[in-house]
């Protein structure tokens, strides 16, 4: 079942526009780095590439949003998504199809137990990735599906961290509102030079 933000009082859509709407006011540079939305087409493709249905949240946002101009450092703005930069609809499929390939060739070589839905499966969807490489992704699975989890390369599992994006952006919200620690990744909001949003270890 997708868990999404729809379950609460918010819309996603409705979500997004309240966290784009205080970027604007509190770090406009931010704001700045959102590219427009994917076309219809661009969403078709990718969905024709990963061979099944995108959640619906992650469609909306790549509607909304496809992507944020690529960094060229860790200086520069982008990185508001819990250190994370949204990657656009040709970033998705690339990574999503990396994962599948680990998942097959685990599979194919024997050793699936320490790789198939532990640091890779083909029904991941990464979103977001960090300046180190790290992702974070939606969960297809149908036991998981919605589930927002956090892939790093140098960790035998990912972690688990919200059940559906809209959950998580209500979270960021109102972590940042209130410029308050995010329990569920250890991390509080932070706004660099009044231009960037970034995440600290709290």
Request: hydrophobic residues 40%.
């Amino acid at each position: 079942m997708d868990q999404s933000a729809s379950e609460g009082a918010f819309r996603f859509e409705d979500l997004w526009k309240r966290f784009e709407d205080w970027l604007m006011r509190n770090a406009s540079e931010e704001r700045v780095a959102l590219r427009p939305g994917a076309s219809d087409a661009d969403i078709h493709r990718l969905e024709a590439g990963i061979g099944f249905q995108l959640n619906g949240d992650l469609k909306a946002l790549l509607s909304m949003h496809n992507g944020v101009a690529p960094r060229r450092s860790s200086m520069e703005a982008g990185a508001f998504l819990l250190g994370y930069s949204l990657l656009d609809t040709d970033g998705i499929l690339e990574w999503q199809q990396n994962l599948a390939e680990m998942a097959e060739d685990a599979e194919e070589e024997g050793y699936e137990e320490e790789v198939v839905g532990r640091t890779a499966h083909r029904q991941w969807v990464p979103f977001a990735q960090s300046f180190s490489g790290d992702l974070l992704f939606i969960d297809h699975r149908r036991e998981h599906y919605g589930d927002v989890g956090e892939i790093s390369f140098g960790s035998p599992d990912y972690v688990w961290l919200w059940p559906g994006m809209g959950l998580m952006l209500g979270d960021m919200c109102k972590a940042v509102e209130g410029m308050s620690p995010l329990p569920t990744v250890r991390r509080r909001p932070s706004i660099h030079e009044g231009r960037m949003l970034e995440w600290v270890v709290s």
